[in-house]
């Protein structure tokens, strides 16, 4: 029985691969598996290529998840993290090669619930400074049931270089959820935060050096706005980053606002920028750049149906589609945990979604102008989950979609990507 999974999709940028990680929760055995999925010829089939992610050593198969996996690429090699409950609660990490090689079958762990580290840590979130990558996730260990944030830096190599974790935000009450970017310089972590109290939480956020020194120990807000800002997700255009959230100031719909934070953490859009007031709820959003502008994704709810939409920003924070490009099929009915990457010319989005018998994990290019190329759908993977409950998926995370040809025929990698 599969009872719960998630994503992780990997675009090999050399050997013309796709890898994907996915949790299947067994009664007696529960791993990750990541299978990679060649793009070249006409099957691609998530058949080839399986592997147990982190199949001995120290995570003995013990009916428990992993989830809530994030991951980076740094030039070489990517980081997967992920939650890990296989003897406790911890954040574990492995590097992968772009050939699909683990590289640490033993798994890193990074920081665990017991011993030097005992935060009960959980939704880990990771970027590369170009040197080492900061890993970020919730932390419990200063008072059960209030998160901060913490985090530690992990060399390429697979090193922990900080192994108790440095708080990032220490705050009264709960931060929960951090979510990272870097700007050449510093990174920006950004999280949700409930030190106003119930029902009224905002995004705040906190820069940090690639020495791990947190330049706002006391952290800063981006958006107070009345009601709540959830889930944020940042992403970096060359100049400012951009957050953007789910947002219940208009209650009791969710929204899709955002914000500008420069480099210097100056918020440089106070009151937000509307970027989606759909009738419904608009939530779980995600966020790229493709060197121009942004392109925002997010959960399109309607009464018995929800939607991947989208919408461009451009780097002054002007919405060019304020009607929201529809980007998931609109025959499917039911899809959720939209991701967005850039590759060299298109974004690619990915989202779940559920039919009569299963979950299928599904995706399509969305050009530069908005214009969404696959407008069926690519299936990207048949496994997401057994029955039609879509919330077996817990997370599909695109993380790199970047190509670089090994030879100069350009459309050979948007003819692979239709071919899936
Ligand atoms: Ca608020």
């Not at 990750?32 to 147990?52: D, Y």
């Not at 030097?116 to 900061?134: E, H, K, M, Q, S």
């Not at 999280?191 to 956020?205: C, E, Q, T």
């Amino acid at each position: 029985m599969i009872s719960r999974g998630f994503l992780v999709v990997l675009l090999n940028s050399l050997a013309w691969t796709i890898s994907y990680a996915q949790t299947i929760a067994l009664p007696s055995n529960v791993d990750q598996v990541i299978e990679e999925v060649s793009r070249a010829g006409a099957c691609l089939a998530p058949t080839t290529g399986e592997f147990l992610l982190d199949s001995n050593v120290i995570y003995r198969s013990i009916p428990q998840l992993e989830e809530t996996p994030a991951v980076a690429f740094d030039g070489t090699n990517y980081l997967v993290v992920w939650r890990d409950q296989r003897d406790g609660y911890k954040i574990c990490g492995t590097r992968i090669s772009q050939s699909g090689t683990i590289l640490d079958p033993a798994g890193i762990l990074i920081c665990s619930h017991t011993g030097i580290c005992p935060g009960w840590p959980y939704r880990p979130g990771v970027a590369f400074d170009g040197t080492n990558y900061l890993v970020v996730w919730d932390d419990f260990r200063n008072e059960p049931g209030f998160g901060d944030i913490y985090g530690a830096r992990v060399t390429t190599s697979g090193a922990v270089l900080d192994s108790l974790g440095f708080p990032v935000s220490i705050a009264p009450q709960n931060q929960s959820s951090p979510v990272i970017a870097f700007d050449g310089t510093n990174y920006l972590v950004v999280w949700y935060d409930h030190r106003p109290g119930a029902n009224n939480l905002d995004i705040y956020g906190a820069r940090v050096t690639s020495s791990g020194t947190v330049l706002e120990p006391g952290d800063f807000a981006i958006s107070t706005a009345a009601n709540a800002q959830l889930w944020p997700a940042v992403a970096f255009d060359g100049s400012n980053f951009l957050v953007i959230w789910s947002d219940t100031r208009m209650s009791p719909r969710a929204d899709i606002f955002g914000a500008r934070v420069s480099p210097s953490g100056s918020v440089l859009d106070t009151a937000g920028i509307l970027i989606s007031q759909a009738p419904q709820n608009q939530t779980s959003a995600s966020l790229a750049h493709d060197g121009t502008n942004f392109l925002a994704v997010w959960e399109a709810h309607e009464a018995s149906a929800s939607y991947v939409c989208g919408a461009r920003v451009t780097r002054s924070g002007t919405v060019l589609d304020p009607e929201g490009i529809p980007i998931s099929p609109q025959s499917v009915k039911h899809v959720n945990r939209p991701h967005v990457a850039f590759g060299d010319t298109n974004y690619f989005v990915m989202w779940a979604q559920s039919n009569a018998s299963n979950c299928l994990v599904c995706g399509t290019r969305v050009d530069q102008s908005g214009v969404v190329l696959d407008s069926a759908g690519i299936t990207v993977s048949t496994r997401g989950g057994l029955g039609s409950n879509l919330n077996i998926i817990t997370q599909v995370i695109l993380i790199s979609y970047s190509y670089h040809l090994v030879s100069n025929t350009p459309s050979r990698a948007e003819l692979d990507v239709r071919q899936m």
